[in-house]
């Protein structure tokens, strides 16, 4: 089965270049498509402090995709895991979750800090985040990925 997504936006500004690390830096806004979209799409999205964002990660090669295992950042003393392990960018559908914060609304512009997309990248759907659907109970994970993620925010 085969599902065709159209953007609903991009993301404008911000970092140009896809590297890994220092995204709490970036400033960026999100400009909604304006032939699809009237500004009551976003109509008390403002009483929100952050976003969950869906985009496409568009600059990886398709023939790029991993669906195996590797070594996250092919860094060798991290152990092999599957793609499914961790969330890199070339994976089977190419898709990039984020929560940013949301600075302000203008008109159908969203100006955002935090999300880890670069410029240019087709934004799939924007959620407010709500604590609620934040994780229950306790959180576990490998030390290899707080290893990974120690400079992603920062």
């Avoid at 976003?51 to 152990?79: I, K, M, Q």
């Avoid at 961790?86 to 008109?107: F, Y």
Wanted: include cysteine; charge should be negative.
């Amino acid at each position: 089965m085969t599902y065709a997504l159209v953007p609903v936006g991009a993301v404008r500004g911000g970092r140009a270049e896809v590297r890994d690390d220092d995204w709490d830096a970036e400033r960026a806004t999100i400009v909604l498509d304006a032939a699809r979209f009237e500004e009551d799409a976003v109509a008390g999205l403002d009483a929100f402090s952050h976003l969950e964002v869906v985009y496409l990660f568009d600059r990886v090669d398709p023939d790029a995709v991993e669906t195996g295992s590797r070594h996250p950042r092919g860094n060798a003393d991290w152990p092999r895991v599957g793609i499914f392990a961790q969330r890199a960018k070339d994976r089977p559908n190419r898709l990039g979750v984020s929560r940013c914060v949301l600075e302000r609304v203008e008109g159908l512009t969203l100006h955002v800090w935090g999300l880890d997309a670069v410029d240019g990248t087709p934004v799939l759907d924007i959620k407010p985040y709500m604590s609620e659907f934040g994780p229950r109970g306790d959180v576990r994970q490998p030390a290899w990925s707080r290893e990974l993620m120690a400079g992603y925010w920062a």
